[in-house]
């Protein structure tokens, strides 16, 4: 049983709950506006929507969100016509997308459910500008001690994946259909952690979790029998209508980031950034068949 992972789990959750009664009172202390979903402000003056999901990671309250991206929205109103830009975090990853496609859209997305994004793309009209240069695999993890080699071997097997609406799950059920997995019984919860805990605990026969988890769990004496297909990563999205001129304008502030303000990318846990092709977000929904 890989222990230690369970153990971080566990840790971390405790964490996380302790927090965030602090987190909370961070934001009130800086002032934040209140989110609205109008950009305009009380007297007309105009604010832009800066959208956020972080998907099924961690059970991260709003607050705690809000904190993460304040530099980021900070500097993106800094680049872009001096405008305030608001932070708009959401957990829940279809609200993300219903927020996303309402009559009052955001100037900017960013997520890390690959699959809804690549179809806010393709249906709803939103625009690429960045996403991570690394790709985004899915892994399939069992114990040490587990019979189990291969993708190919699961036919019949339990498997648990996180939230359904992820791309971790979009991509995990692509490769079993790719290998042609005959009745495998599939379950799902909501948090990436959760799922690895539970194989941990010898409840679930695989899991299918994100490469950050697959990492950790290597770490912790556990094994990936197989990986998913590498597909596009978290990406940031202009709405549909923004104007090329300012397409190109986000595009250059974001790229920007990589030389000038990469201590604001590693709050959000990102690297750099490189410029994303609409053509990368269709080759996802190809391989997933969404």
């Not at 305030?84 to 309402?102: C, E, G, H, L, T």
């Not at 709803?124 to 996403?131: A, D, I, M, T």
């Not at 097997?157 to 079993?176: F, N, W, Y």
């Amino acid at each position: 049983m890989n222990t230690a992972l369970l153990s971080h789990v566990t840790g971390r959750r405790a964490v996380l709950r302790g927090v965030v009664g602090a987190a909370a009172a961070a934001v009130a202390w800086q002032g934040f506006p209140s989110i609205s979903w109008s950009q305009q402000q009380a007297g007309g003056a105009e604010r832009w929507r800066l959208l956020i999901n972080e998907a099924v990671t961690a059970d991260l309250s709003i607050s705690m969100l809000a904190l993460r991206y304040r530099g980021w929205a900070d500097y993106l109103g800094g680049q872009i016509r001096s405008k305030q830009v608001v932070v708009d975090p959401v957990i829940d990853i279809q609200n993300f997308v219903r927020q996303a496609s309402s009559d009052q859209k955001p100037l900017i997305i960013f997520g890390k459910s690959v699959n809804q994004l690549s179809k806010l793309v393709r249906d709803g009209g939103y625009q690429p500008l960045v996403r991570r240069p690394e790709p985004y695999k899915a892994a399939f993890i069992v114990n040490n001690n587990s019979p189990i080699t291969s993708i190919g071997q699961l036919s019949g097997k339990k498997i648990l994946m996180p939230d359904e609406s992820s791309a971790t799950v979009a991509v995990a059920r692509a490769e079993i259909r790719r290998m042609n997995v005959r009745e495998p019984y599939i379950s799902y919860t909501r948090y990436q952690d959760s799922v690895s805990a539970q194989v941990a605990a010898g409840l679930a026969e695989v899991g299918a979790v994100n490469p950050t988890l697959a990492k950790k769990w290597q770490e912790g004496g556990g094994r990936i029998i197989g990986e998913t297909q590498p597909v596009v990563n978290w990406s940031v999205l202009a709405a549909p209508g923004v104007p090329a001129d300012m397409v190109s304008k986000l595009t250059e502030s974001l790229l920007a980031m990589n030389s000038q303000s990469a201590g604001i990318l590693s709050e959000i846990g990102v690297k750099q950034w490189v410029k994303a092709d609409r053509k990368e977000y269709l080759a996802l929904l190809d391989y997933t068949h969404e």
